[in-house]
């Protein structure tokens, strides 16, 4: 959002509107419904401006004014944002909208939607940032909380109003396995999530609280995360605002000298944007991570899937831990993943070759068996027919039943097994056959 540059006129109508703020009924129903912080400041400042264009000095003189003129009013504003990009216009018209319906001000909304600026501009912003960027805007910062606020949104993918809407606390972080931590975004509202931060991610973080702690601050479960400093001769509140936020990001891709194309008043990389756009292709360029939770992570909410899925935290920490590795930004941290991997690799054949070949000796143990037990059983048919005993259906079922239990152990030597059996079978008189057949 811009910062505010009136003239002194406009200064002394903005001065009587913010008198206005506390007690006017009209102005009360407007701020009633807006729900979060961040969009009330926002739209304050599109319903200030307007109010500041058109000269009106009251909230109340404003839902007085007859429809022809308030219409009039609108149409003015509207043109007067041409020269802004299709979205920043329509929430500068949509606050102003706001306040006139809930103040059931009747005006034509149609025509005003038709002077909106053109919605087809290209989109700016659309670029991500790349690991070795974000490591040379880590490489030339010095302070540990612009390193802790850079490596925050590195690793989670969130967007800016997480650290203030609510203000995110240290009662929201939690350890979790591999050193990393989770971060519960948006408490209190029904857009919350969990978030994670890789282990480098958790590291810089702690660092940042072991500094704090030094420098004598006193850290509870209700202290911000990213904190302002006590002592500065501007601190005007204990957490850091977006827009501080937002410096830090901007000196750091300053002075790592990331190149950023504008196009109009966009860049291809957006400020914040830029490391979302990151976090979202690594975790859709990754085949292992299930993309239902990919969504959770990025908190979006599309189809069904957006409403039933409820992933637990585990579940979907479980998920982020698949993307460690791309998400990691220290070069040397990631060659560890890389080595580890290959080692977990190497391991894997090593263990699969170690059990080959015991299979390959336990086979060659089974057929040596088959083999000497089916010559020892010729052998002892034929010794029975010379003494003129017979051969008992027992003892047939006794050498039937051990071939077949082989060929049902290893169905991939079944083959094997029949041809022993075939070969046995031609050394067998023709009456023992039969009674194999039967068998």
Request: charged content about 30%; glycine content about 4%.
């Amino acid at each position: 959002m811009p910062k505010r540059q009136w003239n002194k006129p406009q200064l002394l109508i903005l001065k009587t509107l913010d008198q206005e703020k506390e007690t006017n009924r009209a102005y009360i129903k407007f701020n009633k419904a807006i729900k979060t912080p961040s969009t009330l400041k926002s739209y304050n400042y599109a319903l200030d401006k307007f109010m500041i264009q058109s000269k009106i000095t009251s909230y109340d003189d404003a839902i007085k004014i007859k429809a022809d003129r308030i219409q009039d009013y609108l149409e003015d504003y509207v043109i007067s944002l041409k020269n802004l990009r299709y979205n920043t216009a329509n929430q500068y018209l949509a606050a102003v909208e706001l306040f006139f319906d809930m103040n059931m001000v009747l005006y034509h909304k149609r025509i005003l939607r038709k002077l909106l600026p053109s919605n087809d501009q290209e989109q700016g912003g659309k670029l991500p940032y790349t690991t070795e960027e974000i490591n040379r805007m880590l490489s030339v910062t010095i302070k540990l909380r612009s390193k802790a606020v850079i490596h925050y949104f590195a690793s989670t993918g969130c967007r800016p109003a997480s650290v203030e809407d609510p203000i995110l606390r240290l009662k929201h972080l939690d350890d979790m396995p591999y050193n990393c931590k989770s971060v519960y975004v948006y408490d209190g509202s029904k857009e919350g999530y969990f978030a994670f931060l890789t282990p480098e991610a958790a590291k810089a973080m702690n660092d940042f609280f072991k500094q704090r702690k030094l420098n004598g601050e006193i850290l509870t479960d209700e202290s911000p995360v990213f904190s302002n400093s006590p002592n500065f001769p501007t601190t005007k509140q204990e957490h850091m605002s977006q827009s501080s936020i937002r410096q830090i990001i901007r000196d750091a891709v300053s002075k790592g000298g990331i190149e950023r194309i504008k196009t109009g008043k966009r860049y291809d990389k957006a400020e914040i944007y830029g490391f979302r756009k990151r976090f979202n292709t690594v975790l859709k360029l990754n085949n292992d991570v299930n993309s239902n939770i990919a969504e959770k992570l990025m908190a979006h909410k599309r189809g069904l899937d957006g409403t039933y899925l409820q992933p637990t935290k585990e579940e979907c920490f479980r998920e982020f831990v698949k993307a460690i590795p791309e998400l990691t930004i220290d070069p040397t941290k990631r060659q560890e993943f890389k080595i580890t991997e290959q080692q977990e690799e190497i391991t894997e054949l090593q263990v699969s070759k170690k059990k080959i070949g015991e299979l390959e000796r336990i086979q060659k143990i089974t057929l040596e068996r088959i083999e000497k037990m089916s010559g020892e059983f010729v052998s002892k048919q034929n010794k029975l027919l010379d003494e003129g005993k017979e051969v008992t259906d027992e003892q047939l079922r006794e050498f039937v039943g051990f071939v077949r239990l082989q060929m049902d152990m290893d169905p991939e030597f079944a083959e094997h097994w029949k041809k022993i059996a075939r070969e046995t079978m031609g050394d067998i008189p023709t009456e023992i056959k039969k009674k194999i057949s039967v068998i």
